[in-house]
């Protein structure tokens, strides 16, 4: 599964950090500008704020793809595969409901905005809704498609409950594994 959806992962990593760096030329340039020759780009702050909106949107769909989410496993990492499974289903279903909700409200506000254009740009103000779509069509179908192999018994168990260890976990793990300089001088015999 990781595999599959590697091709479309790198692209939208790709479209994040391209909103990142045009966002970090047109607001460092505006403040150079500003500050240095008293004048300024007026389509800076509208375009920045329209490439934040979907680089969030893109990060929350990259997130979902690599499963990066806040989740709580406490409890389902306690039950058997048929609990695991069964949790999996319902949070699935209920996600896949949430991004229906997610999807409606964009879709209804991206009519109401059709027409109305940006102060500066000039452009449509439905555009900062459509990454809310992209993001609930991409993740609605991530969902369906979870379920489906959640249905036909082709999820793993380490599918089923991802425990991850925190990062503070990690850095004390590593801290644990760095030799000391007192295990150089006793060469490692305590």
Known sequence: ?????GWIRKPIEAA????MAVMLVLVFG???LRYAFNS???VSDELSRLLFVWMVFLGALAAL?????????????????????????????????ATWLVFLGGWQQALITLDATTPVLGVS????YAPVLLFSLASALWFVVQLLRAALGRIGDDE?????????????AMQKSIP???DEATGGRK
Do not use: P
């Not at 599964?1 to 959806?5: A, T």
């Not at 990492?77 to 896949?96: E, Y």
């Not at 103000?125 to 900062?128: G, N």
């Open 30 to 32: 505006n403040v150079v």
């Open 160 to 172: 089923l409950v991802e425990i991850r260890e925190s990062e503070e976990d990690i850095d004390a």
């Open 65 to 97: 793809f690599e499963r990066r989410h806040l989740g709580v496993d406490t409890l389902v990492a306690h039950l058997s595969r048929r609990g695991r499974l069964v949790c999996f289903l319902l949070s699935n279903g209920l996600m896949l409901y």
């Open 180 to 182: 000391t300089g007192d």
């Open 16 to 19: 994040i950090a391209l909103c």
């Open 125 to 128: 103000q439905a555009w900062f």
């Open 1 to 5: 599964m990781e595999k599959s959806i």
């Open 40 to 42: 300024g780009l007026t």
